[in-house]
């Protein structure tokens, strides 16, 4: 035998390169978040279009509903500040300010329709009023989005009686009053939703407040 003796260490296995992993984990959550991404924006654009008809057929049977169920319904555009039958250049229709025009079956008009909000209990109440543009008269309201405090607040939208007491009644502006009234200006609010059916209150006397006079101008020049 040799006189020499061979020592053998344990065989080092390869150090990781940390520069390779974290390149492969930065490529990996990359790829999933456009992948996420892209399957987001395919699934955005294949349910946008149901959703807008879905709103537009919202806001059609809401504009009905307050204006009693006229025979025909004409759309009318803001264009810089006055009233158009024509629209403005380069906006969606559905998110065009307009008013809608009812029509009874003889060509005759029988009240005008708006969307408008204001800030209620929990967050925004949204409505669709009705009203005469000539007298400011309302024809209904019909509520299109609260989230109000379930039981109370959300009788605006639930309570046929609470929305039945508007139907007639002046907004010249119009008044809440807690106890039952027989004046033209004021309507009965909501026993323990007296801020809900004040936001209501604030919607009605906003819209009417703002459009009436786009629509006397609007005639006033003749309706073209």
Do not use: C
Request: proline share 6%; no cysteine; net charge positive.
């Amino acid at each position: 035998m040799s006189g020499h003796e061979h020592s053998h260490g344990a065989s080092s296995s390869p150090t990781p390169d940390a520069g390779s992993s974290t390149a492969r984990l930065l490529f990996t959550l990359a790829f999933f978040g456009a992948l996420g991404g892209g399957i987001l924006a395919y699934t955005y654009q294949k349910t946008l279009p149901p959703i807008r008809k879905f709103a537009a057929e919202k806001v059609e049977v809401a504009v009905k509903e307050v204006l009693g169920g006229p025979a025909k319904l004409d759309t009318l555009y803001l264009v810089a500040g006055k009233l158009s039958r024509t629209p403005p250049a380069g906006v969606d229709l559905l998110d065009a300010e307009k008013v809608f025009m009812g029509l009874n079956a003889n060509g005759e008009r029988i009240g005008v329709a708006v969307e408008d909000a204001a800030p209620g209990f929990a967050n925004d109440v949204r409505l669709m009023v009705g009203f005469n543009p000539t007298t400011g008269a309302l024809t209904g309201f019909k509520v299109l989005a609260q989230s109000e405090t379930p039981g109370l607040g959300d009788k605006i939208e639930r309570d046929t009686v609470f929305q039945n007491r508007f139907i007639g009644k002046l907004a010249n502006p119009l008044k809440g009053d807690k106890n039952p009234t027989t004046d033209p200006s004021t309507v009965q609010t909501i026993t323990g939703a007296t801020i809900t059916s004040k936001a209501v209150i604030k919607v009605i006397n906003k819209a009417v407040g703002t459009w009436k006079p786009r629509f006397e101008a609007y005639e006033k020049e003749g309706g073209k």
